[in-house]
């Protein structure tokens, strides 16, 4: 929007915006002008009917003016919108714009281009997020046409976002805009002459530099919802993504509750859940539909699954010709050989170290543990019987034939006699306390679409490594996987220390855990543990209703009394199914069927458990700690020497502060858990 008898040029900026939303985000655009006769009528009239035609839940409406602003006269009242800089200008008031916007349902931002830009006002009350970023603030005057306008950044930071495929929140894009103008460096001026000479301070002789034009802009949230709006190329209409040799991660969601939309910190949002706190939906209407979640995994592809389930890693081992190998050595080399570069071999260096205890032999035979002792839960359900599920309780040797598809025979009183075996359409595996045994199971049985995702997901969980990870392969054979890995510290204070007999490629325990009882000096009470604890989980298939879940939980240092052991799961007569990946907050028997929002139900559930857990380190520590720090101290140095609070037999002050060294404070730092 401009005035019809502008006199700033805005034109200039407005055509490159328009530009940059209409041929790199592909939306629609339109430009209006304000009329001098009647342009608070006229105004009222043209935002009426856009969000009559656009205005429904799910759409987002971006409303930009450039031209004058000024004050309003009324304290506390929004700016005034002037077609010139005389008092005799055609106005409207901003607030005609947000009066029709305080209970739209769609999400709406708004941009503003002008002096006094901005006026704090009453939040809306629709369904809809509502947000400002504007050129300067109420008091402020913003920048003329020209390189140092609001416009002429947001034009760059747009365009910047749109080539490097990133999704921009609009409280993202005021920061990047804002870093512009930090980084701005003043030119030195020349003459307007033919000679070009540089301008020179009469007074002081020192070259004149460009005096500062710039203004920093204002973000405000002006709606109720906890949530802020993410900008996102859409895919052109023409846009073929099948045809396409990889994937964008930015084009048009077929879902947009998925992703356009995140909830801002803190925030919850209780009701129905089958809508995601936070969703909307930011794109005109398409005559083609185009997606975010490439087009291909929204099919069902249950012709394809079920003829590429092989055992991919066991097929492999029956060709190789190496005599010197064993079973398992050969197995686990077609699990890992295809790492290309040489500087990688240290993830597959790391499994086949972790692995070398296991005898596939062995695992096949099953005797003793290998079949008695129970270290997995499966729960499947076929194509064919989509609401009958199939829990087991398994065994390492059981594993191993489930996921072979054998027929197994049952050791335990928890697995049927005989089960027949199906191609699962979903398949949800819970593993406590990986061991090398299971570890086979899983490399021996694995389908080569599975092999490299598996591979690097058993690696992060051996070597204790946290983070989150979103892959999508569309050469070759297309799939996808959603991975996390949460690791934290487990406080345990019932006297009982706890061994994890897993040994990493080190031949250490894989996990460590330490008596830390000494943090409460002389007094009496049960010996205090803390332990390494991680939980892995990983979904990954070939469509989004044919997947498998993986989640492998750390459970050692619980001594069996963990709410993940698989005891816990196991129900009594009449007690329904519980899913163990969520912690068992939710029914096995109404499973979620597609694979995205399994995965953020299963990362919800493990990330509150986590943060418990660290909670309770957090409140037990600095109880331990608390007799031991001055009330006036407030600044913690670098060194921490638990040992000399455990001999003290007065309370010390365990930071060092400035200059402690030469005070004789001690100066060795503290090693928590490794020896």
Not at 303 to 318: D, F, M, R
Request: proline content about 6%.
């Amino acid at each position: 929007m401009s005035w019809e008898d502008d006199d700033l040029g805005v034109d200039a900026e407005i055509k490159p915006l328009m530009s940059i939303f209409g041929a790199l985000y592909h939306y629609d655009t339109k430009t209006w002008k304000i009329p001098s006769r009647r342009p608070a009528i006229e105004l009222s009239r043209k935002i009426a009917t856009l969000i009559d035609n656009f205005g429904k839940e799910g759409n987002l409406i971006i409303l930009y003016y450039a031209g004058h602003a000024r004050p309003n006269e009324q304290a506390g009242g929004s700016p005034v919108w002037t077609a010139r800089r005389h008092r005799e200008s055609p106005t409207v008031p901003s607030s005609v714009i947000h009066s029709l916007l305080a209970e739209v349902d769609c999400d709406v931002l708004l941009l503003y281009d002008c002096c006094h830009a901005i006026q704090a006002g009453e939040p809306s009350a629709g369904k809809g997020a509502v947000e400002t970023l504007a050129a300067c603030g109420f008091e402020s005057i913003a920048a003329e046409v020209g390189s140092h306008s609001f416009t002429s950044s947001l034009v760059h930071e747009l365009a910047r976002a749109a080539h490097t495929q990133e999704w921009l929140s609009v409280v993202g894009l005021h920061r990047k805009i804002i870093n512009r103008l930090q980084a701005w460096m003043p030119r030195v001026c020349f003459t307007d002459n033919s000679y070009s000479m540089v301008q020179m301070d009469r007074q002081t002789g020192q070259p004149i530099f460009e005096t500062q034009r710039r203004r920093t802009p204002i973000y405000c949230f002006l709606s109720k919802q906890p949530r802020t709006i993410i900008l996102t190329p859409l895919l052109p209409s023409r846009f073929n993504q099948e045809q396409q040799p990889f994937i964008l991660l930015n084009p048009v969601l077929d879902s947009p509750r998925v992703a356009e939309s995140s909830n801002m910190i803190g925030s919850s949002q209780p009701g129905d859940e089958s809508k995601l706190p936070g969703s909307s939906n930011h794109y005109p209407k398409q005559k083609s539909k185009r997606h975010f979640w490439p087009e291909i995994f929204n099919s069902d592809r249950w012709a394809v699954y079920s003829t590429e389930l092989g055992n991919y890693c066991l097929e492999i081992s029956g060709l190789q010709t190496d005599s010197t190998s064993t079973k398992a050595e050969k197995i686990l080399k077609a699990f890992t050989e295809d790492v290309g570069e040489p500087s990688q071999r240290y993830i597959c260096d790391e499994i086949q170290r972790f692995c070398s205890p296991a005898i596939f032999e062995k695992l096949i035979e099953g005797k003793g543990e290998l079949s008695s002792q129970l270290v997995a839960i499966l729960d499947e359900r076929s194509q064919e019987e989509e609401s009958e599920a199939k829990i087991l309780f398994l065994g390492r040797q059981q594993l191993l034939d489930v996921l072979l598809r054998k027929e197994i025979s049952s050791h335990s009183t928890k697995t049927p006699e005989r089960v027949q075996r199906t191609s699962p359409r979903r398949r949800v595996l819970y593993i406590t306390n990986l061991d090398p045994w299971c570890t086979l199971a899983i490399a021996a049985a694995a389908p080569s679409n599975q092999v490299p995702f598996l591979r690097d997901f058993v690696y992060k969980h051996i070597t204790f490594q946290q983070g989150m990870g979103v892959k999508l392969k569309s050469s070759g054979f297309q799939s996808f996987q959603l991975s996390f890995h949460l690791t934290c510290f487990a406080w345990r204070a019932n006297g009982i220390r706890s061994f994890d007999d897993r040994l990493g490629a080190d031949k250490r325990p894989l996990r460590n855990g330490k008596n830390v009882s000494y943090l409460y000096g002389s007094a009496v009470g049960p010996d205090i543990y803390i332990y390494e604890v991680q939980t892995s989980c990983m979904v990954t298939g070939m469509d989004n209703r044919f997947w498998t879940a993986y989640g492998f939980f750390d459970t050692y240092h619980d001594g069996g009394e963990s709410k993940h052991d698989l005891s816990f799961y196991e129900p009594a007569e009449g007690e329904i199914n519980t899913d163990p990946l969520t912690g068992g907050r939710y029914a096995s028997d109404s499973p979620i069927r597609t694979a995205r929002e399994y995965f953020l139900r299963v990362m919800e559930s493990c990330v509150n458990d986590a943060k418990d857990e660290w909670l309770n380190v957090g409140h037990s520590l600095l109880r331990t700690i608390k007799p031991y720090v001055s009330v006036k101290l407030w600044t913690f140095g670098p060194a921490f020497d638990m040992r000399r609070i455990a001999n003290s037999s007065r309370p010390a002050t365990p930071w060092m502060p400035t200059g402690a060294k030469s005070r004789g404070y001690p100066t060795k730092s503290f090693s928590f858990l490794k020896s």
